[in-house]
C-alpha cells in the first residue's frame, strides 16, 4: 500500500530560526514529490515539485531535497518569519495513478 | 486572474438533504479533483476529471456524484447528505499529473 508518513507531526520554534522537515514514502513506482503549505482556513498551496532525477530544488526560503533511494524528502525553511506558521503537506505520485497519496502534514508554529 | 474559485464557502445541510457544490477554474487547466479533509487525516480524493465529460472515482467516492460539462468548471453533488459527509473540501485543478496542483479556498459543510 503506497503511503507518505511525516515527521514532526507539529513543531514549534523562534522566528529568524531554521527548520527541517521530513517526508518518508513507500509509493511506487515514483513520479513526483510535491510540498505544499496550507494557512489555517485556506486551501494548499504548491511550494516546490520533484521528479525522479531532481535532488533538489528551491522556493524563495524554501529548499526540498529529494533521495529518490531511501524514499526520503525533506523541506528546509531558512529564517523562519511569523508568516511561515502552517500546516506542510508532502504528496507523491504514482506512474499511471491519478491518486496520489497525501501525508498527514507537520504542523509548524513560528512564535516571534 | 481569480485561479479557483469554489461557491458556496460555508454550508450546514440536515440529514437526508442534497446539494450540489460548484467548483470553476480560469487557467484552462484539463485536470480538476474534488478532495474532503478531515482532522488528523490527509486530504482523500473523492472524484476527479482528467478533460471535459470525463470523470472518475478516487479514494472514497461514495455518496457522492460529480459531471464536467465545461473544461472550467467541475460539479460535487451529494444526494443524501449524511453526518459522516461533514468535512471541508477542496477543489483542485492541474495541467496534468506532473503540475502542481491549484486549490480553490475550500467549502466547510456541516451535516447535522
Known amino acids: 500500500k503506497n503511503q507518505v508518513e511525516q515527521s514532526p507531526q507539529s513543531l514549534i520554534i523562534l522566528e529568524g530560526k531554521n527548520c527541517t522537515l521530513q517526508?518518508?514514502?513507500?509509493?511506487?513506482?515514483?513520479?513526483?514529490l510535491r510540498w505544499y503549505k496550507q494557512d489555517t482556513g485556506r486551501g494548499p498551496v504548491s511550494l516546490t515539485i520533484m521528479t525522479f532525477s531532481e535532488n533538489t530544488k528551491s522556493n524563495g526560503r524554501y529548499t526540498a531535497t529529494l533521495d529518490a533511494d531511501t524514499k526520503q524528502s525533506s523541506l528546509h525553511i531558512t529564517a523562519s518569519q511569523l508568516s511561515d506558521s502552517a500546516s506542510y503537506i508532502c504528496?507523491?505520485?504514482?506512474?499511471?495513478?491519478?491518486?496520489?497519496?497525501f501525508g498527514r502534514g507537520t504542523s509548524l508554529i513560528v512564535h516571534p | 486572474n481569480a485561479g479557483v474559485t469554489q461557491t458556496p464557502k460555508f454550508r450546514v445541510l440536515k440529514t437526508g438533504q442534497s446539494m450540489t457544490l460548484l467548483c470553476a477554474q480560469d487557467?484552462?487547466?484539463?485536470?480538476m479533483y474534488w478532495y474532503r479533509q478531515d482532522p488528523g487525516m490527509g486530504l482523500r480524493l473523492i472524484h476527479y476529471?482528467?478533460?471535459?465529460?470525463?470523470?472518475a472515482k478516487g479514494e472514497v467516492p461514495d455518496g457522492y456524484n460529480v459531471s464536467r460539462l465545461k473544461k472550467q468548471n467541475f460539479l460535487l453533488g451529494l444526494e443524501s447528505a449524511a453526518p459522516s459527509q461533514t468535512s471541508v473540501y477542496f477543489c483542485?485543478?492541474?495541467?496534468?499529473?506532473?503540475?502542481?496542483?491549484?486549490f480553490g479556498s475550500g467549502t466547510r459543510l456541516t451535516v447535522v
Open positions: 504528496v507523491v505520485s504514482a506512474w499511471g495513478s491519478y491518486i496520489p497519496t
Open positions: 483542485a485543478s492541474s495541467y496534468g499529473e506532473d503540475y502542481g496542483y491549484t
Open positions: 517526508c518518508n514514502y513507500t509509493v511506487s513506482p515514483f513520479s513526483n
Open positions: 487557467m484552462n487547466h484539463e485536470y
Open positions: 476529471s482528467v478533460g471535459e465529460g470525463t470523470t
